[in-house]
């Protein structure tokens, strides 16, 4: 495998902020492992695979012991498309999110999680199997019908477990970024990947999260950049 660089921006007029999009390419399958030890996640971008690196965070299934919810169900390759479609708008316009371009893609691999009440789906979790070791949680969708269920948090402990009995290492929870990545580091055996190394320090993990939604424009992603400059955390 190796690494190729997207060079899109930089300025060097009034700043010295650059901006490189890096892909992890030629990746062979038993490469995932070691790939996934050094930050970089699977996407799919119009039916193209891609490596992406980011503040990418897990948890250790032997530090875990949650409980499985029994009404979780793993579809087979006869998803219900539509209704999964109208549940991922319905969490969109709760969460005020833009609609992920991943959502309508799948991998051969991709297991599609659904929860139902009163027997009604009502959310579901894509999970990316890479390899024996290593699943993710790519995307979760839930209609809110009802909020104080709780649903979020209890699918993901559930999947948890579930990973966990199928003999899974590690569970991956994607990026984390911004202030509705937080709750992640609730998660036993938390981890995040600092760009060199993973960490167990969630108070920084939750500071990072915070700046992150504080950022709105250009000169704020050049003061955050600047300062990360001197964080322990960059080599």
């Avoid at 949650?66 to 709760?94: G, M």
């Avoid at 009995?165 to 036993?188: A, H, L, R, T």
């Avoid at 990947?193 to 504080?214: F, H, M, N, P, V």
Wanted: aromatic share 16%; with cysteine.
């Amino acid at each position: 495998m190796r690494i190729i660089f997207s060079n899109s921006f930089g300025c060097h007029s009034k700043s010295s902020l650059i901006l490189n999009f890096p892909e992890l390419v030629d990746v062979s399958e038993d490469e995932y492992h070691l790939a996934l030890n050094q930050g970089w996640l699977i996407t799919v971008e119009k039916g193209r695979e891609r490596w992406y690196q980011s503040r990418s965070t897990r948890t250790k299934l032997s530090k875990t012991n949650y409980s499985f919810n029994n009404d979780f169900l793993i579809f087979d390759k006869d998803r219900p498309d539509d209704v999964l479609d109208k549940i991922y708008d319905a969490y969109c316009q709760r969460k005020h999110y833009k609609k992920y371009f991943e959502v309508n893609q799948f991998l051969d691999t991709d297991i599609v999680v659904g929860y139902y009440a009163n027997n009604v789906l009502t959310a579901w979790t894509k999970l990316r199997h890479y390899d024996r070791a290593n699943i993710e949680s790519v995307l979760f969708a839930w209609d809110y019908q009802d909020p104080s269920s709780q649903l979020g948090i209890k699918s993901l402990r559930s999947e948890i477990a579930w990973a966990k009995q199928q003999g899974y290492e590690y569970f991956y929870m994607g990026p984390g970024y911004e202030k509705n990545s937080i709750y992640k580091s609730d998660v036993d055996g938390f981890e995040w990947w600092t760009g060199s190394a993973w960490s167990q320090d969630r108070e920084e993990y939750i500071r990072l999260c915070k700046q992150d939604s504080l950022i709105a424009s250009y000169h704020q992603v050049h003061s955050a950049f600047a300062n990360l400059q001197h964080d322990r955390n960059i080599p």
